[in-house]
């Protein structure tokens, strides 16, 4: 019997967007889910350096009764405070805020933002009044509606500034809590695979983002990129337009991924939420250095590409055992390293549900592009 010979231009793009698709596996994933394990935190450590701890919150009251009383539990001889910024809340933020700096005044520091300025974004001016007052020279962030993973986050993600010769910004990974439900398993693989990107790019020495759920740099950084001067008016990118910026004047970027230094959020619960939350995301793209962009793009590109030329492909008789060979080997592949990378990270995931959340990311991320082509309009808090 004759083997089937590929007979459609489509086959061969298949095999290209493969070929890219197992380089960045092979060349950033997979090395980076295979890294060393980082020294524990009760190993020795540069943990000399006190650190103000930045969260920006708009009517997250009880968000924060929850975060608050782990964040005062963090494990950090060296000393710590908590700076914490009432962004224009309307419900009891204010009143909870201040009964901390009272019970714990050496500790806590509230900044109150009655009103933004006029055009510009209202997290980002709350949170550069939130660095002017900061006492110390190291900076962590995260959000009102995050929790630390465990009592060593302060201590291992602070370390990160110790990395090579001295790192003046740290990248963290936020993971998403398990819920049961197709759109959680969603959000957690999309959360996964984002991650993977800009962890393992910065590993590589290419970073270009953070999630300010789990960011830190130094004040000096944060001095020397003129803070968010340069998308003030932009309602996303207080953590990616400064991590870009910072890369543009030479500040050194280090990754700390441990799951004790991760931080965790509750996911979307429903698809509208989600799908606004994205576009709030993804919208600050547009401002990425140009090579920044072709990296990224090309990784999403080809996996896009490679899902059209399946389909196309579904049409052709004379390419079924060819296209089913290819896609089942590089289903294969990358379903294992995807898997490597969530046990890595401590991100769960179905195994034998890869294949199907790998289908329905990049098809919503292609619809996500076309929703911003065509309303480039954001809501914001």
Request: charged content about 15%; some cysteine.
């Amino acid at each position: 019997m004759p083997i089937p010979v590929p007979t459609s231009p489509f086959f061969w793009l298949l095999l290209a967007c493969v070929v890219v698709q197992l380089f960045y596996a092979a060349y950033y994933f997979w090395p980076f889910a295979q890294r060393p394990l980082e020294a524990p935190a009760d190993a020795p450590g540069p943990d000399a350096e006190p650190v103000s701890i930045v969260v920006c919150a708009h009517n997250e009251l009880d968000n924060l009764r929850r975060l608050m009383p782990l964040l005062l539990q963090q494990d950090y001889p060296a000393g710590f405070e908590i700076v914490l910024i009432d962004d224009r809340s309307d419900d009891d933020t204010y009143l909870y805020a201040q009964q901390l700096t009272q019970y714990y005044h050496e500790k806590v520091r509230l900044v109150s933002v009655a009103r933004t300025p006029r055009g510009f974004a209202p997290k980002k001016y709350a949170l550069t009044l939130g660095v002017k007052t900061t006492r110390y020279a190291r900076l962590l962030f995260t959000d009102a509606d995050c929790i630390p993973a465990t009592n060593q986050w302060l201590r291992l993600m602070q370390r990160g500034f110790a990395q090579g010769s001295g790192a003046d910004v740290v990248l963290g990974f936020s993971a998403y809590t398990q819920a049961p439900g197709f759109l959680n398993q969603l959000i957690r693989y999309e959360t996964l695979l984002t991650g993977a990107q800009y962890l393992s790019f910065a590993w590589r020495g290419r970073p270009y983002m953070g999630v300010g759920r789990n960011l830190a740099y130094t004040r000096a950084c944060f001095n020397a990129t003129k803070g968010y001067a340069s998308h003030m008016r932009l309602l996303s990118g207080d953590d990616d337009l400064l991590v870009q910026d910072a890369v543009r004047y030479g500040q050194r970027v280090a990754v700390v991924a441990d799951p004790s230094a991760h931080t965790l959020s509750e996911p979307a619960a429903t698809w509208r939420a989600w799908w606004r939350q994205k576009r709030r995301h993804l919208s600050a793209g547009r401002a990425y250095r140009l090579p920044d962009r072709l990296r990224i793009g090309t990784f999403m590109l080809a996996n896009m590409l490679f899902y059209l030329a399946t389909a196309a492909l579904a049409f052709s008789p004379n390419n079924w055992v060819p296209l089913a060979v290819v896609w089942v080997l590089r289903t294969l592949f990358v379903s294992a390293v995807y898997a490597r990378l969530s046990r890595r990270l401590g991100q769960p995931v179905i195994v034998g549900l890869l294949p199907v959340l790998d289908v329905v990311y990049f098809f919503q991320y292609l619809a996500l592009g076309i929703s911003l082509f065509l309303n480039r309009t954001l809501r914001w808090k």
